[in-house]
């Protein structure tokens, strides 16, 4: 077994925490989740769900890591065997996350290409439904641009802690945030924009009574955070005793709550000023914003920046899930750092392959009526990530000591630990199941 690392500093794995959870959940599903579910009705419950149940599970994770000082399984393994399956699980569906998300981070990436060298826009409006179906069936194109996002994956994950993960959010980081203030101060700028922040922050308490705003917006706060794959327990197992854990995770919720609704300002008065419905779904990245950019003044250039944005912060993501698996591997073997990332990495990318060519050579392979990509999706996000959070907040809360619970944390036993400890206890495992319950037909 290597020895193991550490960050270097409290702002370094502030940054590097963040830009796990900031990625194409923030951007590109954000918008088009929070289209299809109200705008601002969705926003409330959203960033309630951020505050009730994604930061005491981050804090969960984060305690699990650091006690543990090894990965997802040793997380698990500190209060009794019977729990490593757990983690297991957690390795397995970071893995399994990472290679569909690469996919559509290719997408990015490939859009961003096209761009910035001007091939994006010849096209024309109108065409880019056809434009995003001809690439995502092309037999080779897809596998492609999910290879080059992978590779460059490993390369920061083969860096380390410090000289690769750390030293990549550290830069990397604050030029995003820059970009996407940049452009959320241009979007508010066109006529008709106001309607975009009506629809994003007036809300329609009507639609509070409606199951499937919930729903989406807890599984929303899920996918974007991290939380229920190990993400934060690995991350954890690299801190040292005197980081603040409840500070650490407060700042990461915060960080990655302000990105996505900063995002929410770049993209949507954008939609309402060209007649757009902010309901588009998933296309809303790659075939609707491609037409407003073509009518905005200086659009092309800020389409270039949007996607390059879109591809830079789905690779932040791409390293924390990539350094699940690796740092499993890490912990049981002698293997060097860069052969395991190199290694996971191709492993992650013959896993992937499948959805990358699920438009195209297997379009007609469908699973309960969904193509590849789309199930697998949905497999993970309704049901492997709320299980895994169930279960984590289960053992935290439950199975692990309450005095050693708290003082890991960093709670002591202040009021503030003891309220963490209740929504730990009773509050996250309860909506997570009512969540689980729902999609599944069952509630």
Same mark, same amino acid.
């Given at each position: 077994?290597?020895?193991?690392?550490?960050?270097?500093?409290?702002?370094?794995?502030?940054?590097?925490?963040? /830009?796990?959870?900031?990625?194409?959940?923030?951007?590109?599903?954000?918008?088009?989740?929070?289209?299809?579910?109200?705008?601002?009705?969705?926003?409330?419950?959203? &960033?309630?769900? &951020?505050?009730?149940? /994604?930061?005491?599970?981050?804090?969960?994770?984060?305690?699990?890591?650091?006690?543990?000082? /090894?990965?997802?399984?040793?997380?698990?393994?500190?209060?009794?065997?019977?729990?490593?399956?757990?983690?297991?699980?957690? =390795? /397995?569906?970071?893995?399994?996350?990472?290679?569909?998300y690469s996919v559509i981070a290719g997408w990015a990436l490939k859009y961003f290409s096209a761009a910035a060298t001007g091939v994006l826009w010849q096209d024309g409006a109108g065409t880019y439904g056809s434009y995003f179906e001809r690439f995502i069936a092309n037999p080779v194109e897809p596998l492609l641009w999910q290879g080059l996002m992978l590779a460059a994956t490993v390369l920061v994950v083969s860096g380390g802690i410090q000289g690769g993960i750390e030293l990549f959010n550290r830069w990397l980081m604050p030029l995003l945030a820059l970009i996407v203030v940049v452009l959320a101060a241009y979007s508010l700028t066109l006529e008709g924009a106001g309607r975009g922040l009506h629809f994003l922050f007036a809300p329609d308490f009507s639609a509070l009574a409606q199951p499937k705003v919930y729903v989406a917006a807890l599984g929303q706060a899920f996918f974007s955070l991290g939380v229920g794959m190990a993400v934060f327990a690995t991350y954890g197992s690299y801190m040292p005793p005197g980081f603040s854990l409840p500070a650490c995770a407060a700042l990461t919720v915060t960080g990655d709550t302000v990105f996505a609704v900063v995002a929410g300002l770049a993209i949507f008065p954008g939609v309402f000023a060209?007649?757009?419905?902010?309901?588009?779904?998933?296309?809303?990245?790659? =075939?609707?914003?491609?037409? =407003?950019?073509? #009518?905005?003044?200086?659009?092309?250039? =800020?389409?270039? &920046?949007?996607?390059?944005?879109?591809?830079?912060?789905?690779?932040?993501?791409?390293?924390?899930?990539?350094?699940?698996?690796?740092?499993?591997?890490?912990?049981?073997?002698?293997?060097?750092?860069?052969?395991?990332?190199?290694?996971m990495g191709l492993l992650v990318f013959l896993i992937g392959m499948p959805s990358a060519l699920g438009f195209g050579p297997l379009k007609h392979v469908s699973i309960a009526g969904k193509d590849i990509l789309s199930a697998i999706d949905?497999? &993970?996000?309704?049901?492997?990530?709320?299980?895994?959070?169930?279960?984590?907040?289960?053992?935290?809360?439950?199975?692990? #000591?309450?005095?050693?619970?708290?003082?890991?944390?960093?709670?002591?036993?202040?009021?503030?630990?003891?309220?963490?400890?209740?929504?730990?206890?009773?509050?996250?495992?309860?909506?997570?199941?009512?969540?689980?319950?729902?999609?599944l037909g069952l509630a």
């Open positions: 077994m290597t020895q193991r690392e550490e960050w270097r500093s409290h702002h370094g794995f502030t940054l590097a925490a963040i /830009g796990s959870a900031v990625g194409l959940g923030n951007i590109w599903r954000f918008s088009y989740v929070a289209g299809e579910n109200g705008g601002a009705v969705f926003l409330l419950i959203y &960033v309630a769900s &951020v505050a009730l149940i /994604g930061l005491p599970l981050i804090i969960a994770e984060l305690s699990m890591g650091r006690r543990g000082r /090894g990965d997802a399984v040793a997380a698990f393994s500190t209060d009794g065997r019977g729990w490593t399956a757990v983690g297991w699980l957690c =390795i /397995g569906g970071a893995s399994v996350i990472l290679s569909y060209f007649g757009v419905d902010p309901a588009a779904g998933p296309e809303l990245a790659f =075939i609707t914003l491609p037409q =407003i950019f073509l #009518k905005m003044p200086g659009g092309l250039v =800020i389409g270039a &920046v949007f996607f390059f944005l879109l591809s830079a912060a789905a690779l932040t993501s791409m390293v924390s899930l990539l350094e699940v698996p690796v740092a499993a591997v890490l912990h049981r073997t002698r293997l060097g750092r860069r052969r395991t990332a190199w290694g949905a497999a &993970v996000s309704n049901l492997l990530l709320p299980i895994g959070g169930i279960l984590v907040a289960l053992f935290v809360g439950w199975h692990v #000591k309450r005095a050693t619970t708290l003082d890991s944390a960093g709670f002591a036993t202040n009021r503030l630990g003891r309220t963490w400890l209740w929504l730990l206890r009773t509050l996250v495992p309860l909506a997570v199941l009512l969540v689980l319950l729902h999609s």
